[in-house]
């Protein structure tokens, strides 16, 4: 692994971090009143065009981190279909 | 550019889009309670790591989604702390 490498997996390790006490308090709360659907179907389609364009650039960092955030995204979406009102 | 390229340039469109009405709802609203001031600051400097692997890796897509989304998290990070008050 080179050295750019290792600076986008700890791009990775932080953002992916970062989104996932998100996905856990939705989770925990049911509270998905801040989730735009169309917004987070907008969000979600783009993380899965991210993991093609990382598989396709064969880069280690892009796909674990979106690979990680497209089920943890999809979760969300599942939450705010099962759980949202508005 | 070339063919995944363009992968790349609409997943960046797609992400980026979901999260900019985001920093205007913010910005309105003034509500910042949903942010957490420590996973959004962890978020704020992986998106500069991204930035930092895009210029590296000379990836216009990785750049010009990260440029954006550094300033407007840069934005949302000034609303938690002037209207933060947990």
Do not use: H, R
């Not at 065009?49 to 981190?65: H, N, P, Q, T």
């Amino acid at each position: 692994m080179d050295d750019i490498e290792i600076i986008g997996l700890i791009a990775a390790t932080l953002t992916t971090a970062a989104f996932l006490p998100q996905v856990y308090q939705t989770w925990k709360t049911k509270d998905v009143s801040g989730l735009s659907l169309p917004m987070f179907t907008m969000f979600f389609v783009g993380i899965v065009f991210w993991l093609i364009y990382g598989v396709l650039k064969e880069s280690l960092s892009i796909i674990l981190a979106n690979a990680i955030t497209v089920i943890s995204s999809f979760l969300l979406l599942y939450f705010k279909i099962k759980y949202g009102k508005n």
